[in-house]
């Protein structure tokens, strides 16, 4: 983390998630640096599922010091297995294990002074895969401890059941009946930049019809835009991450090819593209409005500034940059419309914006978006 980096959070942001293996890591820091804006955590408890080619060092046989010291967090089977080595299977879950591993994680919660909990969540690829039913377990043994604070039930799932609307009903239905006060919503795999307008309306679909407070997890502009029309909650990654696989872990540090991001593209670019990007513009007589992080780096140096911008000034202007996106959503009275006339003019313009290599999901976006208008999603 760049010394700064926290200040911006709690002026951009409204409250960070930490990743629990992150936080048992560096507990004294995270807590001193980051008072009062922990939100949630996540318990991360998928990593414990898949091979242990995640978790453990490479070329060692050892696990990586975050992941041990989830591990022995969450305790029961799941230590039990990954000190071993192996992957957690469905049989090793008892209701004994949740509650183990509820309460477990519960304290860990209070520790961080989290405001909202994520229960500890299994991945599962479909409705008919063991892990869906131990997630309500693990849910509702999480339920029987925490008496306070709002609980979401997290669904991390298969992204590829989002283009499914049987499935997505399933789903649905199989939670209905607990008691959470929302959810935390993970489309695994879930590439907002090469996805199908199917999978990207089916998160809108999804969204409304569970029917209660829902928190888009690894949120891409798509999700943004369902969370402003449906009153959802999201949150993305430092670099706005469009893409959350089970296996990947975030790296711990901020990184310098986190990439500047360009609103009118909805993507990161290296620098020097945005520059070339904002000379484009002024060719077009269209003259770019900077925030106070750029206007830093620009003064006296033109737009050529940018292209050697500071990490941190970097790191303030997406903040900024996605705040202001965020703002202008939610205060549209026709969300939809004004994002196909600003999708439009990108399309329009991809000609002179060929140096930009990524415009391709444009197409889908402007589809979904359209699809949205036309056929809004709505409860059965
Ligand atoms: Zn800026």
Redesign the pocket.
Known sequence: MLSGEPRLYSRYGDGVIVEAGHFLLRRKHLSRVLKGEIVAMDPRTPVFQGTPGTVVKPGTDTLRSSYLKLARTHGGPIWKRMSNLNPLRPSDMSDGSCGEIANRLYDLNLKAGCQILLSPYFYFQDLEDPWAVLNLDLFEATMDRCDREPVLMVLAFDHRLLAQKAKLMELKDLVAGEAADGYAIWPVGLDETSATPETLYGLAVLTIELNKPCLLLYAGYISMLVAAITGAWFSNGVCFYERRELEVAQPLNFRPSCGYYLRRLRQRVDPVTAVVFYRMLRHLDLEPS??????RNIDGNGFEGIATMPDLDLL??NL??RRREMEAMSSSSDILTECLEKMNWVLKHKEQLSRIRRLGFFETWYRTARRLLEEPPHNR
């Open positions: 900077f925030c106070s992080a750029c206007d303030e202007h900024i940059a």
